[in-house]
């Protein structure tokens, strides 16, 4: 019954996220009065609508939601952060960092339309982030909007998920391996940074007391981490699938992950076990918890 609670919730915030994007994305809706190349508008769309699992925004979603707060505006915070997620991939995709062909299904930005329109295509979504989170519709109180575009700033940035992959892409050139910690560092910014924002946002938005913020952060902390090590297991099982030998342009890669630091056994352990202790900070809500608690385990367990 709780898992079934759960599908339909993350089904149901998937839709209105995708609902809310394609509105904040339609060209008669855009704010400004100015032309916008059609093209442009065309890659941002595509990076952004019409895939992925919505994760971030449902945690944003579902953290409020526990706390009493629903909405529009809620929706729109989760879709500026979904926007800087989205923007993440089309530039992690480019051919001077990951060079990925695919993405969730279907060419990547820069193969569908061409890099300097996808490199566009990722700065504006990452500017328009900004414009939806801080202005009026977002939230009533204005100190309200004003932590969360600094949250999300500091999520995204030099100190959150682009510093972590400044950090990712300089250990693979490195000829030594990585220890656990320097790993565990570049993951929670590069990933678990965002994912800790989706909880800490919905928190500021649902009003969270300081003892609930504290809960949440470590909730969101763990969750991130157990994210980023589930990510590293999907990785490494594919490569095993791929002929038993790692996929062809990731043979020379130095890569920082845990699977490589802890080998695969140790990694599923850790992965069970940040969900556990992600799921046991959740104690002090109770019942109404029960969404984020699932969530926990889907993160874990999830298979793409
Ligand atoms: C380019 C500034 C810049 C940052 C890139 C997050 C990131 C940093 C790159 C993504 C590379 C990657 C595949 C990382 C592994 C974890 C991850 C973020 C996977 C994709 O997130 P999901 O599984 O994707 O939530 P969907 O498609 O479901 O949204």
Redesign the pocket.
Known sequence: VLRDAFSSRLVAVAESTEQMLDRLLSPHLLPGEKTRPPRLLEAIRYGSLG?????RPFLLVETARMLGAEGEGVLRAACALEMI?CY??V??DLPA??NDDLR?GRPTCHKAFDEACAILAGDALLTYAFDVIADTPTHPDPAVRADLTVMLARAAGLGG??G??ALDLEAESRKEPHSREFVMLMQSM??GALLLNAVEAGARIGGADAAQRAALSHYGALLGAAF?VA?DILDAEGDTAALGKRAGKDADRNKATLVAVLGIDEARKRRDALAREAIEALSGFGDKASILVEAARFTALRKS
């Open positions: 895939g992925g699992k919505r994760l997620h993440s991939l530039h992690d960092m990951d969730r998920m682009v972590g992959q590069k990933t980023q990510d």
